[in-house]
């Protein structure tokens, strides 16, 4: 199965199967307005909040409970969305630490992108 980079990039922002296109990468968006280091951070929380996501996921994925107070149907379809949500309250009281290494990232490639030739002499 081939994946797109089009989620959560926008309506039509890539839709070319990475597979069949070596080169999909240079038709994502570029970053043309400087990020906030508030924009920064919050583009990090996100990031470390789907790693964590992806990281609970077999945490929870074997889990039986008991058929009084819970399972069924229901509680299988909604376990992604309550680990979603786990990584967030996760990320919100302080995280792993990703959040601010992402922020710290965007913020050094966005000053080495702007800074000015130096004067030739």
């Known amino acids: 199965m081939q994946s797109t980079l089009s989620s959560g990039l926008g309506a039509g922002a890539l839709s070319t199967p990475v597979g069949t296109d070596p080169l ?3 038709k994502l968006p570029s970053m043309a307005a400087a990020a ?14 789907m790693y964590l996501s ?3 996921q077999p945490m929870f994925a074997g889990l039986k ?21 786990y990584a967030k309250a996760m990320t919100a009281s ?14 050094r490639l966005q000053e080495k992108a702007h800074v000015p030739a130096p004067a030739a002499s």
């Open 24 to 26: 999909a990468f240079r």
């Open 54 to 56: 992806e990281m609970l």
């Open 94 to 107: 302080g995280g792993v630490g990703i959040a601010a290494a992402v922020q710290r990232e965007i913020l």
């Open 65 to 85: 409970t008991d058929k009084v107070f819970g399972g069924g149907h229901g509680e299988e379809m909604f376990q992604s969305l309550a680990v979603n949500e």
């Open 36 to 49: 906030s280091p508030a924009d920064a951070l919050k583009t990090g929380q996100k990031f470390e909040s």
